[in-house]
């Protein structure tokens, strides 16, 4: 037979829980900032591919010009492969942050 413990969504917002939470977070402030500059870059290259999408067809499709189609295939390849390898690392630091806070609270 399942048991289903039933937990009050509704309780309000408390700062306190957060408070307490900050001796822990605090050790790792280089890391989370790293992890912020990381978000920030995908935020960027999110915004910029759409934007990359539009200057290939405005420059080059619809003119049918070809010349520095290589150069600008290399840009936006490279900030695929940066974008990529910057999720990558956000995920590995996110996740040994969050490890080692669990870690530290637990021995608390």
Do not use: C, Q
């Not at 001796?23 to 978000?39: D, E, G, Q, T, W």
């Not at 996740?95 to 080692?100: A, D, F, L, M, P």
Request: aromatic share 12%.
């Amino acid at each position: 037979m399942n048991y289903y413990e039933e937990y009050d969504y509704n309780k309000p917002f408390s700062l306190k829980v957060w408070a307490r939470m900050g001796r822990f977070v605090r050790p790792y402030k280089k890391r989370l900032a790293l992890i912020a500059a990381l978000m920030m870059y995908a935020a960027l290259v999110d915004v910029l591919l759409p934007l990359a999408l539009r200057m290939a067809v405005n420059n080059f499709i619809v003119p049918g010009v070809t010349e520095g189609l290589w150069l600008f295939t290399a840009v936006v390849a490279g900030l695929v492969i940066t974008s990529g390898a910057g999720v990558i690392l956000f995920i590995r630091v996110a996740i040994w942050v969050e490890s080692h806070i669990g870690r530290d609270i637990r021995r608390d």
